[in-house]
């Protein structure tokens, strides 16, 4: 294999939904009949792609289907999808933990894996015994064990548990030590799915910059599967898209965060909103859209450009309530990165005479990239009488503010541009 530490050819999974194993005498028996006369399982020709969403006609199911990928030592390959598209049973076929229905796998190392809290734990053995235990199914000796204990235990955060039995253990004291257990005794692939969301803030932030230093200094292999994109594309060098159990897209994180993002994202066109529950008619936002500094219509703006987003407003309102504008600015990845209200930034409130809104934003501090607003009508101290979750997007393509010719973000993927002045 060479380089190549893992090797995916052809592998799928199939289940029968509603039962366990095959589910009928008739079935178990039609697979021995075909077995015995060395024909191929009847079972395997049948059966519909792994789509959650919709109502099948077959009581097969593919939850993997014709997968294959390399993965090379060193690299950090991360999965991304929606729930059900397949990656935690793609995880647990690699672990081990279950086999495919059809397909090979191919390895060239130790892998330790972390899939579910509290897997390969015995709940009755404490802390200390668990990681002797899981360092054994490695492959370790008792010595091997011993010189990186210390190591685990602190980095774990449970030293003062750490004699107690696991099943006494919170789920986040579960995932610390299962963690630790697993990138401390230097398996050749570390397979990481979601359970580090269970963590807090301060493990996970250490759990990533272990797994940067695992893959960077170690040149082990990291498989990574998260919904955090910024975790994904902070550590990942390959990112590969599943969809419905097939490989939709494999390429660079950025590309394929941007592809998976496009692909799932609410159309804009057609603004997801909600509105509160009242007998009253409030006022409500019934259109927004974005000029740029000439006041053109726009959805691609230069960073030099400033944007003027204007919000219509139909108001019935009998009552005389003040109300304020809010707006959030999100980027591709739903992280809100600015906020502005009319009542704090300026001290204004509207009444039932308000027609229009606009608020002129510097947009120079954004980098090239997507991004959307979320608005809100509100008054102060009350719910919200209004609200659009993605209201208009819009793109910043070009970040060349000074006119110098040099596209801002186009190598380093900072997260904003800080206005500043070089000196000498």
């Known amino acids: 294999m060479g380089d190549i530490i893992l090797k995916v050819e052809n592998v799928s999974k199939q289940y029968r939904l509603g039962t366990l194993g095959t589910g009928s005498i008739s079935h178990d028996l039609n697979r021995v009949w075909h077995t015995v006369r060395g024909k191929e399982d009847p079972y395997l020709k049948i059966g519909e792609s792994n789509d959650r969403s919709t109502k099948g006609t077959s009581e097969y199911v593919w939850a993997l289907r014709d997968i294959s990928f390399e993965v090379k030592r060193g690299e950090v390959l991360g999965i991304i999808g929606k729930n059900g598209a397949g990656k935690s049973t793609l995880l647990k076929i690699l672990s081990k933990v279950t086999g495919p229905t059809t397909g090979s796998i191919k390895y060239n190392g130790r892998i330790a894996s972390l899939l579910e809290v509290g897997t390969g734990f015995h709940p009755e053995m404490t802390g200390k015994e668990n990681i002797f235990l899981n360092g054994a199914i490695l492959g370790m000796t008792k010595i091997e064990i011993n010189s990186k204990l210390d190591e685990i235990i602190v980095f774990s955060g449970c ?63 990291v498989l990574f599967v998260s919904h955090d994109m910024v975790a994904i594309q902070k550590i990942c060098n390959r990112v590969v898209i599943l969809k419905n159990g097939m490989i939709l897209k494999d390429g660079s994180p950025v590309k394929m965060i941007t592809e998976y993002l496009s692909v799932t994202k609410v159309k804009l066109d057609n603004p997801t909103f909600r509105k509160l529950d ?102 102060p101290k009350q719910e919200p009488l209004d609200i659009w979750e993605e209201a208009i997007s819009f793109e910043i393509v070009v970040h060349d503010i000074n006119n110098v010719g040099y596209n801002y973000g186009t190598n380093w993927n900072p997260q904003m541009y800080l206005a500043h002045k070089w000196n000498k």
């Not at 039995?165 to 995932?175: A, D």
């Not at 409500?284 to 691609?300: A, D, P, T, V, W």
């Open 278 to 379: 009242k007998k009253e008619i409030f006022p409500k936002i019934i259109k927004c859209f974005l000029y740029n500094s000439e006041r053109n219509l726009q959805s691609k703006f230069n960073a030099a450009d400033s944007i003027t987003l204007v919000t219509k407003i139909e108001n019935n309102s009998t009552l005389s309530n003040r109300f304020s504008f809010l707006w959030m600015l999100q980027d591709k990845a739903d992280t809100t990165i600015a906020a502005s209200s009319s009542a704090i930034m300026e001290n204004l409130f509207f009444d039932e005479t308000t027609k229009t809104v606009s608020c002129t934003i510097d947009s120079s501090s954004l980098i090239p990239g997507e991004y959307k607003f979320k608005l809100f009508l509100h008054v």
């Open 159 to 221: 030293e003062r548990y750490i004699d107690t039995p696991v099943k006494r253990y919170s789920s986040g004291m579960r995932v610390r030590l299962a963690f630790a257990v697993a990138a401390f005794l230097e398996p050749d692939i570390l397979i990481v799915d979601e359970v580090l969301a269970v963590g807090d803030a301060e493990f996970q932030k250490k759990a990533i910059g272990k797994m940067q230093d695992i893959s960077s200094q170690g040149g082990r292999t």
